[in-house]
């Protein structure tokens, strides 16, 4: 079955431990992206890659880091975590990133930090 | 400020009513896509629409896109309670842009 999986999809963590939320598909997809969902803001996009080795900044990027160092793999790290990055967060992939290129995302990963 | 703002935030309705969704911005976009969220998932595309003015049918959702490519609307006929979910609009502003920009969403309640 055609998918985007994430893990954890509920992670309580403390302000400051480090953490990574991984993020794998299985649709031989070349873009894949990272967006968080606050009530009232919809989704933001933190960071995208259109292939291996090729990541930039979304809209949000301030305190998360993203690799690809392989094709099916985006995961999200949050060295230092705080509490504003409480938040639910979808990981995302698409055949090419064009807008027109419709986005099949994963079912979300809620995280709280106290 | 968002770059799309969808209207209105909120929509409870019967079973068997009709509702419209709005999805507007000051910018044109080369194309725009509709989503619908249900709770404890992610967001599943509805429709893409890429030609100002076009309308998409989709049973009974229709999707509008308008002649300027800055706005579009999502009407529902006869609203079943299987269509209540977050309906969220998505744009992007240039065709090789890699960034799509997503509405607040509306939040659609069918009562049985």
């Known amino acids: 079955e055609a998918q985007v999986t994430q893990n954890p999809r509920y992670l309580i963590t403390v302000t400051g431990k480090k953490l990574t939320v991984t993020c794998s598909q299985n649709?031989?997809?070349?873009?894949m992206s990272w967006y968080r969902q606050d009530p009232g803001l919809g989704l933001r996009q933190i960071y995208y890659?259109?292939?291996?080795?090729?990541?930039d900044k979304g809209d949000v990027p301030e305190g998360y880091k993203v690799s690809r160092k392989e094709k099916r793999n985006f995961p999200l790290i949050l060295e230092s975590p705080s509490p504003n990055q409480t938040s639910l967060y979808f990981c995302a992939s698409s055949l090419s990133g064009q807008p027109n290129s419709p986005l099949h995302f994963g079912n979300g990963t809620r995280l709280t930090v106290t | 400020t968002q770059l799309l703002e969808q209207s209105p935030q909120f929509l409870s309705i019967q079973e068997g009513e009709n509702l419209t969704v709005y999805c507007n911005s000051s910018s044109v976009f080369s194309s725009l896509q509709w989503y619908r969220q249900e709770p404890g998932e992610g967001p599943v595309l509805l429709v893409t629409v890429v030609t100002g003015g076009e309308v998409k049918k989709l049973k009974r959702l229709t999707f509008q896109f308008g002649d300027a490519r800055k706005d579009s609307s999502l009407h529902i006929t006869a609203a079943q309670t299987g269509d209540t979910g977050l309906y969220l609009c998505?744009?992007?502003?240039?065709?090789?842009?890699?960034?799509?920009?997503f509405g607040a969403g509306t939040t659609v309640t069918v009562r049985a």
């Open positions: 890659s259109m292939n291996v080795e090729v990541t």
């Open positions: 998505a744009g992007g502003l240039g065709s090789n842009d890699y960034k799509l920009s």
């Open positions: 649709m031989n997809h070349e873009y």
